[in-house]
Antibody, heavy 127, light 111 residues
Framework: QITLKESGPTLVKPTQTLTLTCTFSGFSLSTSGVGVGWLRQSPGKAPEWLALIYWDGDKRYRSSLKSRLTITKDTSKNQVVLTMTNMDPVDTATYYC???????????????????WGQGTLVTVSS | QSVLSQPPSASATPGQRVTISCSGSGSNIGSNFVYWYQQLPGTAPKLLIYRNTERPSGVPDRFSGSKSGSSASLAISGLRSEDEADYYCSVWDDSLGGLWMFGGGTKLTVL
């Protein structure tokens, strides 16, 4: 079955760079129509999508955060890494990685959705 | 304030039917598939409905989704206490370079 797990620091200081790793099993990120995304959820708020990397290496970023985000994949290790620079207290949230799949008879980003999520990791930004 | 509007709360008694709405626009719900997620306290969101009306394996048929124009709805029939959770609609939005959007969420209370 598909599982994902996030790992990384629980506390970062303002202006530091956050690096999170998503380790997954049950699927291959080299399979056509598959992606892995990162989302976050601040306490009491709705989830917010951050980035997604597709099976073919293509990447998508939330435009408002694009300058701060980098997503990469290591297919051999079944890992996806997200880095976010210049962290601020408003970035305090639970960060999730999620498996994304493309629906049938459909192409392009709108056809992908998040069907399996990791348990999430809480990242606090504070000095 | 989210581009996708959901009522912040809903409530019903066990056995009843409840509907949660999600209102958007032509650049999101009006032109793309809608997804619904259930989030139990302290857990990650779980996919409940995909491509407007489809249920993943394991999701009871008490849960159903619909879409009309730029609005969508999630209906839960035969309400159970374990359905008490936050529910979020989600959709791809073609504006702002394209991004996945989430509604503000609806807290469902089973009285």
């Amino acid at each position: 079955q598909i599982t994902l797990k996030e790992s990384g620091p629980t506390l970062v200081k303002p202006t530091q760079t956050l690096t999170l790793t998503c380790t997954f099993s049950g699927f291959s990120l080299s399979t056509s129509g598959v992606g892995v995304g990162w989302l976050r959820q601040s306490p009491g708020k709705a989830p917010e999508w951050l980035a997604l990397i597709y099976w073919d290496g293509d990447k998508r970023y939330r435009s408002s955060l694009k300058s701060r985000l980098t997503i990469t994949k290591d297919t051999s290790k079944n890992q996806v890494v997200l880095t976010m620079t210049n962290m601020d207290p408003v970035d305090t949230a639970t960060y999730y990685c999620a498996h994304s799949i493309r629906g049938p008879r459909c192409s392009g980003s709108p056809c992908y959705y998040f069907d399996y999520w990791g348990q999430g990791t809480l990242v606090t930004v504070s000095s | 304030q989210s581009v996708l509007s959901q009522p912040p709360s809903a409530s019903a008694t066990p056995g009843q039917r409840v509907t949660i709405s999600c209102s958007g626009s032509g650049s999101n719900i009006g032109s793309n598939f809608v997804y619904w997620y259930q989030q139990l306290p302290g857990t990650a969101p779980k996919l409940l409905i995909y491509r407007n009306t489809e249920r993943p394996s394991g999701v009871p048929d008490r849960f159903s989704g619909s879409k009309s124009g730029s609005s969508a709805s999630l209906a839960i029939s035969g309400l159970r206490s374990e359905d008490e959770a936050d529910y979020y609609c989600s959709v791809w939005d073609d504006s702002l370079g394209g991004l996945w959007m989430f509604g503000g969420g609806t807290k469902l209370t089973v009285l």
